[in-house]
């Protein structure tokens, strides 16, 4: 290991131990750190400062200035206070809503924030409990607040926790709100963070904003009669340990089903997620114990919400009665899906009305919009972009869905994250009106593919760790920009989009501007057999991803295996075209 960073990171972690603001239990873990022969835990945690991102923080906790904790919540939250008064100079009444998950440290990172806000003369609305993010961003907009901060780190690892930073509006702070909260928090040293809460200007909510909470959800049916006809749908849900245990089962009683089972060992509130490897509805082995209770129960459908209660997991029955996952970009399709034809049938559906997906998402949906002459947006990935489209239309066309390949969907406009209660309930209002027509939710998603084409996603996460993966990753980038592909799989590369640069370039090299508000480092290759290749670094881990799509022809619901299987072998090739093997 190089010696001027160990050197380098012994000196900051000394200022630590200088400094009379850090705890004595700070101090001795720091000191341990130092003086463990094995540098890479010091280095790990002192090499930089936990970035304040576009989004806020997430990281591991522990002492450093790489880690979670409450001296680096409490420096965040004393930039983000700054900025939002520097925003609305001589403004009286000010406040902010905070909330947190069932995390390690998440009451108590929730308290410091609110208790740093207070001292800085804003009112805080601070949620008696954990509650789920889009009740964060709900509560927002209910309020009048100017801001938020919801204390999580959605579905990573148990050792994670982070801290979502929104605007008045709800929706995760965008241009220029990011980059200036960025600018505030950089400025802040440790010595200026009022860590000394005012009291009288921190009000506990709860169970009134639960209330208006689940009445918005109900804005999302969109046909009770086929509720009312299969209340007994027989459904079994998963907590994940986390914010959704009390909220969702309310939630879809309120809509009208009767018949709720939950998975008892995850309803339990744990931040070591005893029961799963990982708290991520993305990995099937989390679905085990809702798959077990549903085969005991038979039940129609299993669901489940991550810890934080925005992104859902659903599994239903193939026709061999065995349970599969239904991955995000089916979740997305099959709720696109419905809200069109829907709509439509019940003359819901308006001209003005519009769907929002992310630019890595299938592009199935867009053949859905196309095929029905609904107006599709195509955004960044991130829900703060969903949001904003629906901001810039507000007034003028409605938002009746939204979502991204990464098992979250918004599907009406009084939240502005991700929302899983809503999208909970009408996955069954969905299950419902499939079993109303002699389906399943599987028959449904066959139905789609035969309508619109088969599609099969695959993405690929290449980890890599510390300040060389950071590097690694970056050169990978730079290598895919520079050197575009002009071929992927077999098939010929007719469009290079780069959000970096904001260019795209057809077949021949010919190049033309990309339409987006802002750039973003990601790269897209769309192939002419109809394929899709989407390359980005993470935003929140040490990761590149690659997203995958395959596009192929079905027939008959019977092909669906041999299809998938094909597009396996094909994934592997792409894969050897862009090096990863």
Not at 165 to 183: C, K, M, N, R, S
Not at 185 to 193: C, M, P, T
Not at 409 to 433: G, H, M
Request: net charge negative.
């Amino acid at each position: 290991m190089d010696n001027e960073l160990i050197k380098a990171c012994e000196a900051e972690a000394q200022k630590w131990l200088d400094s009379p603001v850090y705890d004595m239990e700070t101090k001795k873990a720091v000191q341990s750190l130092i003086e463990n022969e094995d540098k890479t835990e010091l280095v790990d945690a002192f090499y930089r400062s936990l970035e304040f991102g576009t989004g806020g923080l997430r990281g591991i906790m522990g002492v450093g200035t790489n880690r979670m904790n409450k001296y680096i919540v409490g420096m965040a939250t004393q930039g983000f206070a700054n900025y939002i008064l520097k925003a609305f100079p001589n403004q009286k009444g000010l406040s902010v809503v905070v909330g947190h998950d069932c995390r390690n440290n998440g009451r108590l990172f929730a308290e410091t924030v609110a208790n740093i806000f207070s001292a800085n003369g804003i009112k805080v609305y601070l949620f008696e409990s954990l509650r789920p993010t889009p009740e964060i961003s709900f509560a927002i907009r209910r309020l009048g607040a100017k801001a938020g901060v919801n204390v999580t780190a959605s579905h990573n690892p148990k050792e994670y926790n982070g801290y979502k930073a929104y605007w008045e509006d709800g929706a995760q702070v965008l241009t220029p709100h990011d980059t200036g909260i960025i600018d505030e928090v950089n400025k802040v040293a440790i010595e200026d963070v009022k860590f000394e809460g005012n009291p009288d200007l921190i009000e506990i909510i709860g169970g009134e904003i639960d209330y208006d909470y689940m009445e918005a959800v109900k804005e999302a049916m969109i046909d009770q009669d086929v509720i009312l006809r299969q209340k007994d749908l027989n459904i079994v849900y998963s907590a994940m340990h986390g914010t959704g245990r009390v909220i969702v089962p309310l939630c879809l009683r309120s809509w009208g089903f009767q018949n709720i089972h939950v998975v008892p060992e995850q309803m339990v509130i744990d931040g070591n997620f005893p029961t799963v490897v990982s708290p991520n509805p993305e990995n099937a082995e989390a679905m085990t114990l809702g798959m077990k209770l549903g085969t005991k129960l038979n039940a129609d459908l299993v669901i489940a919400s991550d810890p934080d209660a925005d992104r859902l997991a659903i599994v239903c029955r193939d026709p061999k009665g065995e349970w599969i996952i239904i991955n995000g970009n089916q979740t997305c399709m099959m709720f696109c899906y419905y809200i069109i034809k829907n709509k439509i049938a019940l003359g819901q559906l308006k001209p003005t009305d519009f769907l929002v997906k992310t630019i890595v998402t299938t592009e199935v949906i867009t053949k859905m919009a196309q095929k029905n002459n609904i107006e599709l947006r195509d955004c960044y990935t991130g829900f703060k972009w969903i949001a904003r489209e629906i901001a810039i239309s507000e007034g003028k066309q409605k938002y009746i869905g939204g979502g991204e390949e990464s098992f979250g969907f918004l599907p009406y406009d009084k939240v502005r994250d991700k929302d899983s209660p809503a999208s909970i309930c009408l996955i069954c209002e969905i299950a419902a009106w499939a079993k109303d027509n002699g389906m399943t939710l599987y028959d449904l998603l066959m139905q789609i593919y035969l309508e619109y084409g088969f599609s099969f996603e695959h993405t690929i996460n290449v980890v890599k760790p510390g300040k060389s993966g950071a590097d690694e990753i970056k050169a990978m980038m730079e290598n895919y920009r520079s050197n575009r592909p002009k071929e992927i799989g077999g098939s010929k590369v007719v469009l290079s989009k780069d959000f970096k640069t904001l260019k795209q370039y057809d077949a021949a090299g010919n190049e033309s501007p990309l339409d987006m508000p802002a750039t973003s480092n990601v790269l897209q290759y769309f192939c002419e057999d109809g394929g899709k290749v989407s390359v980005r670094p993470s935003g929140t881990e040490p990761k590149i991803k690659f997203y995958i799509e395959i596009k192929d022809i079905m027939t008959d619901p019977n092909q669906y295996e041999a299809l998938v299987e094909k597009a396996k072998m094909h994934v592997a090739d792409v894969k050897k075209s862009l090096g990863l093997e």
